[in-house]
C-alpha cells in the first residue's frame, strides 16, 4: 500500500462550515483511488484539515481530484466552500488543485491540477476527456439569452437565484446589499418621501432625504453646483469622464460666432479654436428619444451641445450651450452673460442628460453589459487550467449576479430606473441600440480614446494622468503571464479556446459588427494581450472609474437630475427661481433616485482591491510572482495618487487602486 497526504482548505468565509460528508477521489496517470471518506465530523470555515488516502500501488502523475459530499442520516444538505486541495504523493512530489466554489450538490465535481494548460497542452487522455466533459458542463450552465434587438446578449438565467453557485454573491454581501436597500427605503418611508409628489419649495430641504449620509463631495458639490468651474470641472473627473473632446472646428448645428461669446485676455473663439483651447460635449445619442411618462407628467430629455474653454489660467470653462441639436428661433443658445436663471436651467438640463447619457453608456454598456459579456464567454469556453481563464476570473465576480439584480430592479418593468428617470422604459433599449451601432474597439482602450478625444494635453485631467498609468501597469502584468504561456504566435492562432472566446465574444458582444474593430479571431501575441489589458482595465478600472463617484456628484439631486418635469426655455428672460423649482423632479422621485445611487456607491465588506488575488488559480512561481508585482506597482501608484490628492481642493480617488474593485460587483 501507499499512502497520499491530502490537506483539505476550506474557505473562511460566512456558511463556508458544513455538516455533511466529504468525499474524494484522486485519478492519475496509472489508476484513481478508491472515493475515500475525509471527514468524521464538522469541517469549518477557514480549516486546514489533512487526511490519508492510501492505495494498493502509485498513481503516477496526478491529473485530478473527484470531490462530493452527501449528508448524514438526520442532516440537511448543506453547502461547503472549498479554497484548494493539497496532495504529497508516496513519491514526495506535491500537487496543487484549485478549487475557489461552493458545492452545494451530490454531484461528483472534478477539479484539475493547478498547472495552466492549453488545449493542445493536454497530452493525456484523461486530461483531454476532463476537458472536454468540463466544457460540455460549462457551456449548458453558462448560456446566452436574447435581451433586445441591437443589444448585447446576457446570461439565460431565471432571475440571480439561478445562477450557477460559483458566480452568486457571497452571503455578506447578499446581506449588506439588502440591508442597506432596505434601510434606505425605510427612511424614505418613515419620512413620508415615497409616495409625496410635490414639488420642492426649498432646496435645502432636499438634505433631509438622508441624514447622515453625506460625503464630504457631496457636500462640497451641494455648496458649488451652480459655479461654472464645477460644472466643466466634471467632464474631466466627474463620473463621466468620457464624452469631452477637443474641438477644432464647430459643428455644423452649433452656430457660435466670435461675438455672441466672451474669451478673456482680449482673443476671440476662431483664435482659441485653432489653438486648441476649445472642447465640445455633444449629446446627440439622446436625440430624438421619447422622454419617459413619470406619475402621469410627461418628462423632458434633451440632446445639448456644449462649448467649453480652457483660460490661459488652465482653468476649463463653459461658454455656451444649445439643449437641442437643430438650431431654431425656439432653440436658443445659452451664455454665462444671460440671466442667472436662464444660464442656470441651461446647465440643469445637460446635467440631467449627462445623467442619461452616463448611466446607458459610460455605465451600464461600457461597464457591466460588456464585462457579462467577457464573463460569460470566458465561463463558457475556457477550462478552468486555461491560463487566460486564471488570469481573468477574479474579474468576473459578482457580474452575472449584480446584472440580473439590475434587469429586475433597476431597468425591468417595475425598476427604479424605469419609474423614476426620463430615458427610463420605451427610451432605454432605444438609445441602448443607438450607442451599440457607434461603439468601438478604440474607445474602450483608454490610451487609444485619450488619443482620438484628443485630450491628451488638457491640464488637471486625473482620470486619464491616472487611468492611463493604471493602463501601463495592468498592461505589463497582462503581457507578462501571456508571453511565459504563448511563445509564438502560431500558439495563439492554434488555442482552439482563446479562438471560440473571441469569437464567441464578437457574435455575442458585439453583434458580428466589423466596424465595431472588435477582433474575432487572434492572430498574434500583442493582439491578444491588448485585449485582455481591455478586458481586465474595462471589468475593474474603468467601472469604477464610472461607478464610484455617484452618490459624491449625484447626492445633491440639482447637480445631476435623473429627470426634469418641465420643457426647455424656448425664449430667453423667462425663468426663475420658480421655474428652477417646477423644473426639478418631485420629492419622491429625488428620494428614490438619491437613495439609489446611495446603494450603488457602497463598498461591500469582502470588497476585493484591484491587483490581491485571494484565490490562487496560478500555482507556477512565473505567474505568481508577476501578480506580486503587479500588485506592488500598484501599491506605488495608490501613494502617489494619494500624495497628489493632498493638494487638490477636490481630490480625485476613484483610480486610486485601492478603491477600485478587481471586477464590476456592484
Not at 489533512?50 to 492505495?55: A, F, G, L, P
Not at 429625488?590 to 490581491?612: C, E, I, K, N, Y
Amino acid at each position: 500500500m501507499v499512502d497520499y497526504e491530502v490537506t483539505v482548505y476550506t474557505g473562511d468565509r460566512v456558511q463556508a462550515t458544513t455538516l455533511n460528508s466529504v468525499h474524494i477521489k484522486l485519478v492519475g496517470t496509472d489508476g484513481e483511488s478508491d472515493r475515500t471518506w475525509l471527514n468524521s465530523m464538522v469541517i469549518f470555515r477557514g480549516s486546514v484539515s489533512t487526511y490519508t488516502v492510501s492505495c494498493p500501488n502509485s498513481l503516477g502523475q496526478l491529473v485530478l481530484i473527484e470531490l462530493d459530499k452527501r449528508p448524514l442520516i438526520l442532516l440537511p444538505d448543506d453547502a461547503w466552500f472549498a479554497d484548494k486541495v493539497e496532495i504529497k504523493s508516496p513519491e514526495d512530489d506535491f500537487y496543487t488543485f484549485p478549487v475557489y466554489c461552493w458545492i452545494s450538490d451530490r454531484e461528483t465535481h472534478r477539479y484539475r491540477e493547478g498547472k495552466a494548460l492549453r488545449i493542445f497542452d493536454e497530452s493525456n487522455p484523461l486530461g483531454q476527456y476532463a476537458r472536454q466533459q468540463e466544457l460540455s458542463q460549462r457551456s449548458a450552465d453558462y448560456d446566452w439569452d436574447f435581451y433586445a434587438p441591437g443589444v448585447p446578449y446576457t446570461i439565460k438565467a431565471d432571475g440571480p437565484s439561478t445562477l450557477p453557485d460559483e458566480v452568486q454573491f457571497s452571503f455578506t454581501k447578499t446581506t449588506e446589499f439588502a440591508f442597506t436597500a432596505a434601510t434606505g427605503l425605510l427612511e424614505l418611508k418613515l419620512k413620508g418621501l415615497v409616495d409625496n409628489q410635490e414639488n420642492w419649495k426649498n432646496l435645502d430641504d432636499i438634505n433631509d432625504v438622508f441624514r447622515n449620509k453625506d460625503t464630504p463631495l457631496s457636500d462640497y458639490v451641494q455648496e458649488h453646483w451652480k459655479e461654472d468651474w464645477l460644472f466643466a470641472y466634471q467632464f474631466l473627473n466627474g463620473v463621466h469622464p468620457t464624452l469631452i473632446q477637443r474641438c477644432k472646428t464647430l459643428p455644423k448645428n452649433f452656430p457660435v460666432t466670435d461675438d455672441m461669446v466672451f474669451i478673456p485676455d482680449g482673443s476671440n473663439l476662431s483664435n482659441e479654436l485653432k489653438q486648441g483651447n476649445i472642447y465640445l460635449c455633444d449629446y446627440k445619442n439622446l436625440d430624438g428619444m421619447p422622454a419617459n411618462t413619470i406619475q402621469g407628467m410627461q418628462q423632458y430629455l434633451t440632446a445639448p451641445l456644449v462649448l467649453l474653454h480652457k483660460r490661459p489660467d488652465d482653468k476649463l470653462m463653459p461658454i455656451a450651450i444649445q439643449l437641442k441639436q437643430t438650431p431654431a428661433e425656439d432653440n436658443p443658445i445659452f451664455f454665462p452673460t444671460d440671466f442667472p436663471y436662464d444660464w442656470l436651467i441651461a446647465k440643469i438640463f445637460v446635467r440631467s442628460a449627462d445623467f442619461s447619457e452616463h448611466q446607458i453608456n459610460a455605465h451600464l454598456l461600457r461597464t457591466h453589459l460588456l464585462a457579462e459579456v467577457f464573463a460569460v464567454s470566458l465561463l463558457r469556453n475556457f477550462s478552468m487550467v486555461h491560463p487566460l481563464y486564471k488570469l481573468l476570473i477574479p474579474h468576473t465576480q459578482y457580474t452575472l449576479q449584480i446584472n440580473e439584480l439590475a434587469r429586475k430592479q433597476l431597468i425591468g418593468p417595475t425598476g427604479v430606473f424605469t419609474q423614476f428617470t426620463a430615458s427610463g422604459g420605451e427610451a432605454l433599449t432605444m438609445i441602448l441600440e443607438r450607442l451599440m451601432s457607434s461603439i468601438t474597439y478604440r474607445s474602450l482602450c483608454i490610451p487609444d480614446d485619450i488619443a482620438d478625444r484628443d485630450m491628451q494635453d488638457v491640464p488637471n485631467f486625473y482620470y486619464r494622468d491616472d487611468g492611463l498609468q493604471l493602463w501601463s501597469i495592468m498592461f505589463k502584468f497582462v503581457q507578462g503571464v501571456i508571453q511565459y504561456y504563448y511563445k509564438s504566435d502560431d500558439e495563439v492562432h492554434d488555442d482552439s479556446e482563446l479562438q471560440i472566446w473571441i469569437g464567441d465574444i464578437f457574435e455575442h458582444g458585439f453583434l458580428s459588427e466589423p466596424q465595431t474593430g472588435i477582433p474575432k479571431c487572434f492572430t498574434t501575441v500583442p493582439e491578444l494581450t491588448k485585449f485582455v489589458t481591455m478586458v481586465m482595465f474595462t471589468s475593474s478600472c474603468q467601472h469604477a472609474a464610472i461607478n464610484s463617484g455617484q452618490y459624491d456628484y449625484g447626492g445633491w439631486m440639482p447637480n445631476t437630475p435623473a429627470t426634469l418635469q418641465r420643457a426647455p426655455p424656448t425664449k430667453k428672460d423667462t425663468t426663475s427661481a420658480a421655474t428652477m423649482r417646477e423644473t426639478l423632479p418631485p420629492k419622491n422621485v429625488t428620494a428614490q433616485g438619491m437613495a439609489t445611487v446611495w446603494l450603488l456607491s457602497r463598498q461591500s465588506s469582502d470588497f476585493v482591491p484591484l491587483g490581491h488575488y485571494l484565490d490562487e488559480y496560478f500555482t507556477e512561481e512565473t505567474p505568481l510572482k508577476l501578480q506580486r508585482d503587479f500588485k506592488a506597482e500598484l501599491d506605488m501608484l495608490s501613494i502617489a495618487i494619494n500624495n497628489r490628492n493632498i493638494n487638490l481642493e477636490v481630490p480625485y480617488t476613484y483610480l486610486d487602486p485601492k478603491k477600485i474593485e478587481n471586477s464590476v460587483a456592484i
